[in-house]
């Protein structure tokens, strides 16, 4: 099957991909690289090559449109074939989903201020949701938010505690959302801001993100009215805007990883030798390798599957709930099975494999554990059976 941007999508593809292996991969041992991400100086420094060979922010044309989801699943797969490919191409999260929500529903002001400098990569983002489970805040549910948003004149003043903030340290550009007498609403901020005092950076399996993911207070912050993007109430909505396009980049980045990984235990298991042949040969481990590129493969016909649906129009709620769960459970297979076909290497850090491995595992949580997608899954069945049987 084609789709409209198909050609322009694979030469972009092609384009990064040769970026992120020769230029972004020799970068994954530098010493710049912590527990908490990339520095900001190896950032800036990755960003800088990726805007002289032309690959920044690859999925957002000149002119400032987008490539659709299948041509954006051309370029982001490809970015994700090192952990740090989406970094120094800006398509990672949160920025790559905050850009797509801004692009939506933000002003012509707020998107000079705000969107620019993201589509640019001079500036990194946060969007602040989740909150602490000892608070009973929001997290897999965001109804339970507890983060208050109450109008003083032509202000509004937040007050909260948020986790699980990714990239707030460091972030230029941060959206908020606070429960106001009318429902959600979102917040668009400059940061740093004093009134955001991130309290402590998440010691996380995953360590490719900039900045880390933060424990963040938010004490008596002013936002002007004009700073509120869209409509008061509206926050839910808004998220639904971001939350499916979200999931599948997800999707997408992740599938790159794995791929890398399978290359990488490929390659060993075709070079080792143990009890008289490859390792390749011997059944127990060809078998984990042919598994690999059938989930592989599934999981690339599933992210297309939903990025059709998004592309005709529909919100892909349930396209990419099921996505996500079919998609982060096979690619953790598949790095699973990268581990346990290199043996001692899969587990040290002498290669690469054993940090795709942590990254993929994150995923089975990061945009909602497998299991509360299911059981939103489950809602919806019943729903259509009570329907068809008339029940109640």
């Known amino acids: 099957m084609t789709y409209p941007d198909q050609k322009l999508a694979e030469q972009i593809g092609a384009r990064v991909e040769a970026f ?3 230029v972004v991969a020799p970068y994954e041992r530098d010493p710049r690289l ?5 520095s900001e100086e190896l950032v800036v420094e990755m960003r800088a090559k990726a805007r002289e060979a032309g690959v920044m922010t690859p999925h957002i044309l000149k002119d400032g449109s987008h490539l659709s989801q299948r041509g954006t699943a051309s370029v982001l797969q490809k970015t994700g074939l090192s952990p740090l490919g989406p970094v120094a191409c800006n398509t990672g999260a949160p920025d790559e989903g905050n850009m797509f929500l801004l692009g939506k529903v933000a002003t012509p002001e ?16 946060a969007f602040f949701m989740t909150e602490p489970a000892e608070d009973g805040g929001a997290g897999s549910d965001p109804s339970m938010m507890k983060t208050t948003a109450k109008q003083d004149g032509n202000h509004w003043v937040i007050n909260g505690r948020k986790t699980f903030i990714t990239g707030a340290e460091g972030a230029k550009v941060g959206i908020v959302m606070a429960k106001s007498d009318e429902g959600a609403c979102m917040f668009l901020v400059d940061l740093p801001n004093d009134a955001i005092r991130i309290e402590r950076v998440l010691d996380t399996i995953d360590s490719s993100m900039p900045g880390g993911h933060s424990e963040v207070i938010i004490d008596n912050l002013r936002v002007p009215a004009t700073d509120m993007l869209g409509n008061p ?3 839910f909505r808004y998220a639904q805007i971001r939350l499916a396009p979200a999931r599948l980049s997800h999707c997408m980045r992740w599938h790159g990883v794995a791929t890398r990984a399978q290359e990488i235990a490929t390659e060993y298991a075709c070079k080792r030798q ?10 127990g ?12 493969q599934q999981s690339s016909l599933m992210i297309d599957w939903c990025a059709d649906a998004l592309d005709r129009g529909e919100n892909g709620n349930v396209e990419s709930s099921m996505a996500k769960v079919a998609v982060s459970e096979a690619l953790f297979r598949v790095a699973d099975r990268c ?14 494999v054993e940090q795709l491995f942590r990254e993929v595992r994150a995923f089975r949580i990061y945009d909602g554990p497998t299991e509360v997608h299911k059981w939103s899954l489950a809602k919806k069945i019943k729903k259509a059976e009570l329907a068809r049987t008339g029940a109640k």
């Open 20 to 22: 992120v292996r020769d």
């Open 34 to 38: 912590g527990e908490h991400g990339p």
């Open 110 to 125: 707020q998107h000079e201020r705000f969107l620019k400098p993201l589509v640019s990569g001079e500036a990194r983002s």
């Open 233 to 235: 109430g509206e926050g």
């Open 274 to 283: 143990a009890f008289g042949k490859l390792l390749v040969d011997h059944e």
């Open 285 to 296: 481990v060809g078998f984990m390798l042919a598994e690999n590129q059938i989930d592989l």
């Open 339 to 352: 581990v346990q076909v290199m043996g001692g290497m899969g587990v040290s850090r002498d290669t690469i």
